[in-house]
């Protein structure tokens, strides 16, 4: 079990050793452990040696120069310079929420960007402006569509932030995959195998083989197959994939850049980077905002009093399940899996630091 802190100061410390200025490090540091604290092991410290791997390929730019080149009153599209997505996240979300203050609503599509770490975080930081945040991105093809062998999508996650009064705020935060990539990689690391719906073989065959997609297999759209509606995960995540990158000039479909560092980019790339869009939604651009986030505690209320089937297992609403395990973990410390520790300490030696 390790501490936030520990976990945030050590990783800060990688970020300045890749180049990146004291700031940028924070920021990326902070998003980066922040899924860690969330629950969402797979996007946390467990990412960080395959960033540091990418700025070793040359992939990763520390130090990035944003440029807004294309720009209305309330949109614009922000060429991130190769930049970690864990960095330009927070800044394009920072330009939806300005312009969002100014005409009501912001939008941000990103492109020439990386992996940005959990959607929700950049989706959140709207929440103290009594603001609806809204956050996707595309990611490396390792989903095939309903009825395809072909990995044409990445897990492609929605992350959509509401704030609410006296209740805690409703954050949903989903890949658009019946599992994300990172969930394979804990299984991985743990030999287990994976549950049945989340990954089909090369001759895309159904299969509980956790390294399934490492063998030339497929991650599957959210349901599964087609008769528990993966259409509608597929068609979900190409709505995440034509918002983050056709609407901004970025990489889409087969074409994207994959986050690991030992497969190059294609030959023959049909954009710039990974792409993200953002959005802000100023409440009372619609109704007085004390009025809505009254609403919704009677909304959440009534959900969280829903007859649950069994009562050992309460109805909850989006969030609830991040926000308990952040109060649990902000007590308790992290716990980090002894291969992922490896990995840790091997950075530490490469930049001859303590961990």
Known sequence: MYSYQRLFDFAKQVFVSMGHTEKMADTAATVLVSADMRGVDSHGIARLKGYVRLWEAKRINSKPI???EHETPSTAVLNADESLGLISGPEAMKIAMIKAKSVGTG???VKNSNHYGIAGYHAMMALDQDMIGIS???????VAPTFSKERLLGTNPISVAIPAG???PFVADMATTTAANGKLEILQRKNEDAPLGWVQDKEGNPTTNANGVKEG???LPLGGDREHASHKGYILGSIVDIFSAVLSGANYGPWVPPFVSFIDPVADPVGEGLGHFFGAMRIDAFRKADEFKDH?????ERFRSSTPIDEANPVQIPGDYERNMEASRSKDGIPVLDPVIQDLNELADKFKLKF
């Open 107 to 109: 939008w941000v599509s």
């Open 166 to 168: 006296k209740q805690p």
């Open 66 to 68: 944003f440029q807004i």
């Open 217 to 219: 297999g497929a991650l």
């Open 136 to 142: 996707m991105t595309n990611a490396s093809p390792l």
């Open 296 to 300: 919704m505690d009677t909304w959440i």
